[in-house]
Structure formats: structure tokens, C-alpha cells
């Protein structure tokens, strides 16, 4: 199950050479030359090209660019089926291509909800009909994501999905969330959550405190996220069920997840891009672009989400790719829809972190390769000897400007407006064939 186009033909053997090859997975950060043929990686290294002998390859010199797995984005919701006018599969998967992501893990939030074996195979065709990546499908933790009645999670796990989860909804009957942990044990699927209680989360619309008071917003108390993450860290406990908190946002719940890591439970969790690099003031004058579910937090909790990731805490980060039209987010900052797209600048802003300092470029790529295809049971996400050839290419002082009208998104609903990046994709590569170059010059025959 990948979500690739069929087609019998092999890609011609490719040799990246010249590359600082960077691949978290082995601790591997050197000059050298990747080789690829038969869809797989065969050699990498200093002395790759003697070691595999390729005379028909295509060459590329990479010219110093970093050569490293292609991103592995855990949270991205396409509008197809039900919603194609904000995004389908095939403009997701462009999207992807043009930010270096050669996986999408989609969520089950469409019309009708992905929750029982046709639409997991249908999402399953689809994808492997429309897209240029790597689909895979979640599907729903509950009927309709109404909270109420499980879905067949064994079944389903079966037909293909790679996890469970009620995407953008909260499960708050704890005797659901167990058995539905109960299930997933048994099946050995991994379950992800959205932690925010809606009660506690009431009519609020950004984080709670002076800005949203200053803004004349209510407010969304950190405690929407924290008191359900703690309550699943029990359940957890109870159940040995594998747990993925799909996005935290503030100090506290990196506490949380510490402690449940260091009594040995089956946690891991991930976290948004935007809340590592943007904060609540970022909305300024109402922009309802950054209005995001959990909402953007004050700089303490980013600085803390930052320093998350660098000592380990924060697994994975991922996009939250959520497409939205004018209908849904022309509106007043408290009437509009939450979310944001992100694939085609997820690598993009991770990479400012890399330049601030404030982490160092092995250690943001774990989190967008090697970590989610670890927790997701994959193949890719390393560049090792007989692993699939889903790489990317990409110059990281390179600079741009996002410009909504150019993004290959059906929505432009990007909170990066007009801003100024560092870290352009040049070569795609999937099962060994190569989507997209922006360097044609560099190849040789």
C-alpha cells in the first residue's frame, strides 16, 4: 500500500552526487553520492558510485544541497471526497511534491467520513490513481466521528489504515476512549488523538489571556489540552494501548508527555510547525489565516515547544494541512473556520528553526522522517541500502517568498503570507522516479 500511481515501467537507475547526505535514522551527516536504482536506494556514502556501478544512471549534481529522506507529513486533511472545491487528493499530493513531502497521512474528516472498509479503499485507489506521493489513510475511531459508536478497527486496520483517529473531534467519554485504546491494542494499531475538550474549549477562538483580552476574543484556556491529555495518559496506563497525542501546543503537555514516557507507556506525540514558529500575536490585526485548532500560543509556549523538540519530547512535526475557501474563513476572526495549509511550507519553516539556531538540521529532519515512519511502522523515511528511494534535494539557504497565488493548494489559506523563507526543494524523488526539478541545468547526461 503506498498511494502511487500504477505502471509496470522501472525509473532509470539516479545518482545524486555532491550532496551533504543528511539521514537522521543512522546518524549519518557526510559529503557523498546517493545511488538509486530498481525504485531502492543500493548505495550511499563517500564511495557510493564505486560501490554501485551504474553506467545508464542519470546524474544529478546536487552542488552541496542536502540530500535527505523525503518528509513524512502525519496530519493532513483533503477536502475529497466531499469537499473537492477546498482540496483533492491530486492538488494535496502536488502540494507535497512542491514542499519535499513524498508521504500524506490523510484524516478521516470528509463527506462521508472514512469509517468503515469501502472508503479506506476507496481513499486507497484513489490516491494511488491521482497522486504522485505516497497516500495513506486514516480512518475513524468512532461512527460518523460522533463520539458514540466504535468503528471496525480491526477491519479497517486490514483494508489499509495506518491509524486510528477522530481527527478534528475529541472523544470525551473516557469509557469510549478505553475500549477504543482496548482495540487498538489488540489489533496493534496506533490510536491518535486531537486533545481539546470542548467544554472547556466553549466559544473561545485563541489562546486565553492579555492578547485575546486586548483583542476583545474569547479566550481557549490551555487547560482544554492539558486535561484530556492527562486523562488519556491513564488510560494509557490502564489498557497498554499505542497513543498518539496528534498535536500539542504548550509547556504543560510536554510535561505530561515526559512523565508518560519515563514510566515506559506507548506515547509519543506531535506538534504542529506553526506553533513552533508563530505565536498568538502573529494574529495582529484579526488575520483569520492563523486561527488554528489548538490555537496559536503566547512565546513562552513556543519557546517551550521549540526546546520539545530538541530534547526529544515532540516526536514528529507535522503540517496540519487543513484546507479552507473564502466561505470559511472570509468571516470575522471569531466566525471563522479553524485551520491552515501547510504542506508546501512545512519544510520551509521548519528550517528557520535551523537558522535561529535553535535546533540543528539532523534533529528537525528526524522529526519529519525517520520518527513518523518509526511510529508508523514504514519503510521510508531513511536513506539506507534497500530502502524505498523517497528522497528529496533541497538548498537550505536558498531564499523565497510565499505568495498565496502561487501555491499549489486548491486553498491559500497559508499563515506565512508574504513571508520570507530560507529552504528550497529542488529534487523530489519517489520509488526511485523523480517528480519534480528545479535544476534541470545540474543534470548530466
Partial sequence: MNGLSGGSDTPAPLILRNAR????????????????????????????????????AQAIDCAGAVVA??????????????????????????????????????MPDTDPVIDDIALVDFVTRRARDETRVRVLPTAAITRSLEGRELTEIGLMREAGAVAFTDGRRTITDAGLMRRALTYCRDFDALLMHHTADPNLVGDGVMNEGETATRLGLPGIPREAEIVVLERDMRLVALTGGRYH?????????????RRAKDRGLPVTCGASINHLTLNEGDIGSYRTFLKMSPPLRNETDRLAMVAG?????????????DPQDVETKRHPFAEAADGAVGLETLLAAGLRLVH???????????ALTSRPADILGLDVGRLTPGAPADLIVFDPDAPWVCAAETLKSRSKNTPFEGAR?????????????????????????
Avoid at 535514522?25 to 551504474?54: L, M, Q, Y
Avoid at 530538541?310 to 514528529?316: A, E
Avoid at 523563507?421 to 526539478?437: D, K, P
Fill in 69 to 106: 529522506p523525503g518528509l513524512i507529513d502525519m496530519r493532513v486533511f483533503v477536502g475529497e471526497p466531499g469537499a473537492e472545491h477546498r482540496e483533492t487528493l491530486a492538488t494535496a499530493g502536488d502540494a507535497a511534491v512542491a514542499g519535499g513531502v513524498t508521504t500524506i497521512v490523510t
Fill in 245 to 257: 497525542a496528534a498535536q500539542i501546543s504548550c509547556a504543560e503537555s510536554l510535561d505530561v508527555i
Fill in 356 to 366: 535561529d539556531g535553535s535546533v540543528d538540521l539532523p534533529t528537525l529532519l528526524r
Fill in 421 to 445: 523563507f530560507q529552504g528550497v526543494v529542488q529534487h523530489v524523488v519517489v520509488a526511485g522516479a523523480r517528480l519534480a526539478t528545479y535544476a534541470d541545468e545540474s543534470v548530466t547526461a
Fill in 21 to 56: 547526505i543528511v539521514d537522521p535514522s543512522c546518524g549519518r551527516d557526510e559529503t557523498g553520492a546517493v545511488v538509486v536504482a530498481d525504485r531502492r536506494i543500493v548505495a550511499v556514502g563517500p564511495d557510493a558510485e564505486a560501490v554501485a556501478r551504474t553506467p545508464d
Fill in 309 to 321: 523538540l530538541g530534547d526529544g519530547t515532540v516526536d514528529v512535526l507535522v503540517s496540519s494541512h
